[in-house]
Each structure stands twice: as structure tokens, then as C-alpha cells.
């Protein structure tokens, strides 16, 4: 599998969704992904066990009824990319909804996997909770969390920087999706109440020697800006990125740690939960702790 922080567009986004009216917002995101990478998209639902007794009697019908599944959502997804250009490929499959996501993810080289993040099923609950945390933990692609209505290109990005490889390699990775364009490089002061000028400043120098560390392609650094927060995490990013409608928000996983021990540990539950725009968990180095 090709490395999520170096190299060209990816060469393919996994959308996991169940197509309902709920799941437009993902879709959407894919949509324009694919177009802006030009990137082949695959689309990926799950028919899960029964939950009724209902539900059992025609479980038990087998192929007919999952022949039946699979058609409608072909059907579902013919009438939405109609007219695109688009022409995503289905998968359909039975079963446990994250095994099958990491498992269509792992036969996939070069992907990112697209989801939705609320509502009441279980695609939509995938960051919250204990589901998230198995998929984030185990996935080696970057997960995009989709919470807004698309409107164009991410332009606007932050990147939250505790000075880890997991940072370094979160920031690498949004530089390599969406080249040229404004990141701000967002590390936070969590023991300062009240901004301290000599704090900050050492923060920025911090950050500058940070970015210097990090093997960033020519021209990139010019649309990199550093920026210091100060109170909790969750509470700063959140309401900086609401201040300032950023539109996607990267966060690097330290996958010794499960899931969203993402960024500064357990309180990134807070964040992933709170945060108004869209979300985009980039996953440790195979093999490493920290990223």
C-alpha cells in the first residue's frame, strides 16, 4: 500500500454508507473528491444481521432477499451519479459493519475512507464511540468524517499540532491531499489560563522548528501559517475552527493508544464529538507508535 503522506492524489476513495437520506453528506464529499482527485470511488454498504423477528423470518430467505438488497442499492446508486461522470463501483456485503470496512479497505491500495458521523445507525455513529475506536485503531488508510454540506474544495484546513510524529505525519498528509492549499498548523496551551506572551512565543518558535523538521514538498511551507491556542483541546480547536468556519480539521492517531487517543491523548473524544466541520484521522506509520 502506497504511503498516505507522500505522492500524488489518491488513487481511490471507500465510501461506506447504507444510502440512506442521512448519508447525503458523505456522498456528496465523495463526489467531489473523486472528481477533484480524479480518483476511482467505491462504495461500500453492509446488510447487517436481523434485529426483528420479522427481520429473521426473511434473514432466513438468504440469497433472494440479499439479491434483492443488492439490486436496490444498485438502483439507488445508478439514479445519484446519473449525469455525473462518476461511474463508483458497489460493494455489497453481510455481516459485521466494521470488519467489512476494514476488510474492503485493506484489498484497496492508495484510499481514503469516507463516512458520515451522526444519526442513529451505525454507519452514522462511526466517531462516536466504542465502533469508532475499533475501525480508527485498525485502519492503516485515513478516515474522512464527514459533518458538513459540500460546498466546493476544502480551502480552509487546520492541523493539530502536539509536536509528535503523529502530528508530522497528520500535517504531511493534509499537504499531500490538498496541495496549495491555507492549513493552519493549530497547537494549544493547555496549562496557560490566560494568554502569556513569553509562552506563545516560545510556542511559535516551537512550531517553527517543528516545521522544519517535517519533509515538506517545495512551496508548501508559504501556505502553512502557525497559530497558539490556550485552554483545554477539545474547547480551543472547536471553537477556533467555528471562528473561523474552517471547513476540515486533521488529526494524527498514535495507534499504540486506540482510537481517539488521536491527539493529547483521551480528550480528543471531546474534540472528534464537538467539532462542527469535517474530520480527517490520519493513522500511525505501520509499525509505529507514535506515528
Not at 106 to 132: C, Y
Not at 149 to 168: E, P, W
Not at 225 to 236: E, L, M
Amino acid at each position: 500500500m502506497n504511503d498516505s503522506t507522500s505522492g500524488p492524489s489518491p488513487q481511490r476513495l471507500l465510501l461506506a454508507t447504507d444510502l440512506c437520506a442521512r448519508c447525503d453528506r458523505p456522498l456528496d464529499r465523495a463526489k467531489q473528491l473523486a472528481r477533484e482527485w480524479q480518483a476511482e470511488l467505491v462504495v461500500l454498504t453492509v446488510r447487517e444481521g436481523p434485529r426483528t423477528p420479522e427481520e429473521v423470518s426473511s434473514w432466513l430467505d438468504g440469497e433472494r432477499t440479499t439479491g434483492a438488497f443488492e439490486l436496490a442499492a444498485r438502483r439507488e446508486l445508478e439514479a445519484e451519479f446519473a449525469g455525473t461522470g462518476l461511474s463508483p463501483s458497489l460493494q455489497v456485503m453481510e455481516g459485521d459493519v466494521i470488519d467489512n470496512i476494514l476488510g474492503a479497505a485493506s484489498a484497496l491500495d492508495d484510499t481514503v475512507v469516507v463516512t458520515g458521523a451522526s444519526g442513529e445507525d451505525t454507519f452514522q455513529q462511526l466517531i462516536l464511540g466504542s465502533t469508532a475506536e475499533r475501525l480508527s485503531q485498525s485502519l492503516m488508510q485515513p478516515l474522512l468524517v464527514v459533518r458538513q454540506r459540500t460546498r466546493g474544495s476544502y480551502d480552509r484546513i487546520l492541523v493539530a499540532n502536539d509536536f509528535s510524529d503523529a502530528a508530522r505525519r497528520a500535517l504531511a498528509t493534509a499537504v499531500r491531499l490538498f496541495p496549495g492549499r491555507r492549513i493552519v498548523l493549530f497547537h494549544v496551551l493547555e496549562a496557560v489560563a490566560e494568554p502569556v506572551a513569553g509562552a506563545v512565543q516560545e510556542a511559535l518558535a516551537a512550531s517553527e522548528r517543528f516545521l522544519d523538521s517535517c519533509a515538506l514538498p517545495a512551496g508548501a511551507r508559504e501556505h502553512i501559517a502557525t497559530f497558539i491556542g490556550h485552554g483545554s483541546v477539545p474547547d480551543t480547536i472547536s471553537r477556533y475552527a467555528l471562528e473561523q468556519a474552517l471547513q476540515l480539521v486533521v488529526l494524527g492517531v498514535r495507534r499504540q493508544s486506540g482510537m481517539a487517543r488521536v491527539f493529547m491523548g483521551s480528550r480528543s473524544d471531546d474534540l472528534l464529538q464537538h467539532l462542527a466541520c469535517d474530520t480527517l484521522v490520519v493513522p500511525a506509520a505501520q509499525g509505529g507508535g507514535d506515528g
